[in-house]
């Protein structure tokens, strides 16, 4: 008897214990329930706040991607770069009746490949420092970038070449009057986007309503220049932004 009442005392025990648990898990879920019923506005709002709060940083987060992509664009068009026209010193001398240097120059314009697009010509130019004179068109970024068909990359065509010492405008002239620039004709044929350029050349270039009309950021002529040195090779490279250089060509390249 003694045990069936200690067991009777462990069951009522027990029992109680669980009636106390389903009444608190009640009283629980009732006042939980109530909660939401009566703050069901403001969780409704704190959840809607969420929401925008997730959708305005995935906004960020978008734009972010798409200026370090515009970024990345910008900075791999400052690394394209086409050779665009080799010259050579092929021999330097000094003038007997002067004392001073001339040198034998082979000019010639190079394709996207580097290969040649005319047979090369030789000049004697009254110095040591060459001057490759052109006209320089460059456009607005936004075509750069895009990769525009007429104005995705700048333009330039080589109008003359002359010595330090001579004047410019006795130099050796390397454009054809009227033909189109090699490097840039389709088929043999300047565009009409580009002759319209080349044939207004300093009326666009002296008028911005214009320029900013064909989408030119820049256009003015220019003359890039090196002191050469016999046998020496040199590369005139442009830039798609419109940076031209004048650098000695590496020999396993050519």
Not at 49 to 63: C, M, N, V, W, Y
Not at 119 to 134: A, C, H, L, N
Not at 221 to 226: H, N, Q, R
Request: aromatic residues 8%; proline residues 4%.
């Amino acid at each position: 008897m003694p045990g069936m009442m200690e067991n009777l005392s462990t069951l009522n025990s027990f029992l109680r214990t669980i009636i106390a648990i389903v009444v608190i898990g009640g009283v629980s879920a009732a006042s939980y329930f109530g909660y939401t019923t009566f703050n069901a506005k403001e969780i409704e709002a704190a959840a809607k706040s969420r929401e925008l709060a997730d959708a305005q940083q995935a906004t960020e987060i978008t734009a972010l991607n798409q200026e370090v992509e515009k970024l990345e664009t910008s900075v791999a068009l400052l690394k394209v770069r086409r050779r665009v026209a080799r010259l050579t010193a092929i021999d330097q001398k000094k003038d007997e009746a002067t004392g001073k240097l001339r040198s034998l120059v082979e000019f010639v314009e190079l394709n996207d490949e580097g290969n040649p697009l005319e047979t090369p010509r030789q000049f004697e130019i009254p110095g040591d420092e060459v001057y490759v004179d052109g006209w320089l068109v460059k456009f607005d970024d936004q075509y750069v970038e895009s990769a525009d068909l007429e104005r995705g990359t700048s333009l330039l065509l080589f109008k003359r070449l002359f010595g330090n010492d001579q004047k410019p405008d006795d130099g050796y002239p390397l454009d054809q009057h009227g033909a189109a620039p090699k490097a840039y004709a389709r088929g043999g044929k300047m565009s009409d986007f580009e002759k319209g350029i080349f044939d207004d050349f300093w009326s666009i270039a002296n008028d911005k309503a214009k320029a900013e009309e064909k989408g030119i950021r820049a256009i003015h002529g220019l003359a890039g220049y090196i002191k050469v040195q016999p046998g020496q090779k040199y590369t005139v490279e442009l830039g798609s932004t419109g940076d031209v250089s004048v650098i000695p060509a590496e020999a396993e390249n050519e």
